[in-house]
């Protein structure tokens, strides 16, 4: 496995964030499992977590006209972003204050689990939007899916974390993959995130 310090990489228009390959999840579907880069990146395996400093150096090495053109900064990259909570809020704020670019985090909404608090009040002010990979309606499906290190608990944590957010991130979105499930679930998840007063969205693989 080729490793690399690739702290920032471009999908679709987007400026998307590398923190850490750690995850409490085994998913299934994980991408990581095929590949080690997205498409017009290095590898994404880091040789390390990336730290505070190497992120705002990352970022000051993007000429200004080219960090225009971004329309959103997303942290996602080969792990989970939440395993990197300090830097992740401290990044959002540099990006906040030195690009007024809107922020969003891809996440497996286990984040409150890993650091062992509600992270949701923290990521007030510092993040615009919150997706989380809802992935299926069904909670023991689910489990099979993630195999979240967390078991059982998993599945209500991610709910109430999404629960959460809606009082401190403007928008927070819950997502399944495309052609993953059947038109019932999908259903069945838009109820889900109804009841929570999020958004659901239907999303294609890669995204
Ligand atoms: S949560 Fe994301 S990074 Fe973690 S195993 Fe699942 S797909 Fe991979």
Request: with cysteine; charged share 25%.
């Amino acid at each position: 496995m080729k490793k690399a310090m690739t702290i920032l990489y471009e999908v679709h228009g987007n400026l998307y964030v590398n923190l850490t390959n750690k995850c409490p999840c085994a998913c299934t579907f994980c991408l990581r499992q095929t590949r080690d880069h997205m498409e017009e990146s290095d590898s994404l395996w880091l040789e390390h977590d990336t730290t505070y400093e190497e992120l705002v150096e990352a970022l000051q090495q993007i000429d200004a006209a080219t960090m225009e053109h971004y329309q959103e900064v997303v942290f996602c990259g080969f792990g989970e972003p939440t395993e990197a909570l300090d830097v992740l809020l401290r990044g959002a704020a540099y990006i906040k204050e030195h690009y007024h670019k809107p922020v969003r985090i891809n996440t497996n909404g286990l984040g409150s689990l890993i650091n062992g608090e509600d992270i949701a009040p923290k990521l007030a002010g510092l993040v615009d939007t919150v997706s989380i990979s809802l992935n299926t309606p069904d909670a023991e499906e689910y489990h099979k899916l993630v195999r979240s290190k967390f078991g059982d608990q998993s599945f209500s944590a991610m709910l109430q974390f999404a629960k959460e957010c809606t009082k401190y991130v403007p928008h927070v979105v819950m997502t399944t993959v495309d052609t993953t499930i059947s038109h019932e679930d999908e259903a069945a998840c838009q109820k889900i995130c109804d009841e929570l007063g999020v958004k659901y969205r239907i999303r294609p693989w890669e995204d």
